[in-house]
């Protein structure tokens, strides 16, 4: 089993930054990738990034390209979502998750084996 936790959202302005972080605990050797995901009210839950434990590759939602970078911290266990020029169209709950297995669809959230509780973003205008 993999727990993860979500911390870092809030209420921000838009224009502003603001940096998530998730920390894995538990059987950690047993993660490939891990990702963020998002879900605004009345929508369903959508991929934002994701980074792959061992080599580091990225991948973005055309919707945050430009603006948002993962990264991951090994010898934590934690990824990092940090957002630049955030706008109110990113208003969600943000979730971290993590995968297993590889050679799975990254951006899609049936494949993913552990998920977070998640954390509010919450950007006003």
């Known amino acids: 089993q993999v727990q993860l936790v979500e911390s870092g959202g809030g209420l921000v302005q838009a224009g502003d930054s603001l940096r998530l972080s998730c920390a894995a605990s538990g059987r950690t050797v047993s993660v490939y990738a891990m990702a963020w995901f998002r879900q605004a009210p009345g929508k369903e839950r959508e991929f934002v990034a994701a980074i792959t434990w061992s080599t580091g590759n990225t991948y973005y939602a055309e919707s945050v390209k430009g603006r948002f970078t993962i990264s991951r911290d090994n010898a934590k266990n934690t990824v990092y979502l940090q957002m630049n020029r955030v706008n109110p169209e990113d208003t969600a709950i943000y979730y971290c998750?993590?995968?297993?297995?590889?050679?799975?669809?990254?951006?899609?959230?049936?494949?993913?084996?552990?998920w977070g509780q998640g954390t509010q973003v919450t950007v006003s205008s």
């Open positions: 998750a993590a995968i297993t297995r590889s050679g799975w669809w990254l951006e899609n959230r049936a494949n993913y084996d552990y």
